[in-house]
């Protein structure tokens, strides 16, 4: 009777914590920002990674298919602080933490970047290198708005970064960048975001066997 009491006793306090409101052990989150943004630990959007060592690679992406993927930059590094004003057109430092993913272009090859946040105040920066931690090696990017909270955004309620169609060097192996202007430590500088790549992005086949 009395361990019967106490299960009783148990499942009701659990109730009401989650009434409450209360995080449990079941759902938790690593930072406040992510809270605030729906991103549960261990639940994370499957992204690319901020190290040259283990790129996310991003498939083939043909005909008019795209490529969807999403993660944030909350707790990375950054890999690559400036980039050429050839590659954004208006600033040369990306000091921010970044995601990073990689591609190879087939000879043929056209495709168009779309990063949106539903972060108010995080502004990405967006770019494709040749060389994964070298931002000398640009060959495309964007800065099409500016943080949201900035003042002056042309796109309205949230910072959204998008470039192309662009033709890519064939047969070479490419580099995507979610990178910020601003540097870590700052309120601009990271944030969940959603990535979307419109092909075609054709990766050449290298070799097709039949056993």
Do not use: W
């Amino acid at each position: 009777m009395k361990n019967l009491m106490k299960t009783k006793y148990v499942v009701l306090a659990a109730a009401l914590l989650l009434v409450a409101g209360v995080v449990t052990a079941d759902v938790y989150y690593d930072t406040k920002e992510d809270y605030r943004n729906g991103i549960v630990a261990g639940n994370q959007p499957t992204a690319g990674t901020d190290t040259c060592a283990s790129p996310t690679v991003i498939p083939g992406v043909g005909g008019g298919d795209t490529f969807n993927d999403g993660g944030t930059t909350v707790g990375n590094t950054d890999t690559v602080g400036t980039v050429p004003i050839s590659c954004n057109g208006n600033y040369t430092t990306v000091a921010g933490p970044d995601e990073i993913y990689t591609f190879t272009t087939g000879p043929a090859n056209n495709a168009t970047f779309l990063v949106t946040t539903p972060d108010a105040n995080y502004d990405p920066s967006i770019y494709v290198l040749t060389t994964c931690n070298d931002g000398t090696s640009c060959v495309a990017g964007a800065d099409n708005c500016f943080a949201a909270n900035a003042g002056g955004n042309p796109c309205g309620a949230v910072s959204d970064e998008t470039f192309g169609p662009v033709a890519l060097a064939g047969n070479t192996q490419h580099f995507f960048y979610v990178d910020s202007f601003y540097a870590v430590g700052g309120t601009r500088d990271d944030g969940p975001y959603n990535l979307a790549i419109t092909g075609p992005l054709p990766v050449e086949l290298i070799e097709f066997t039949i056993e």
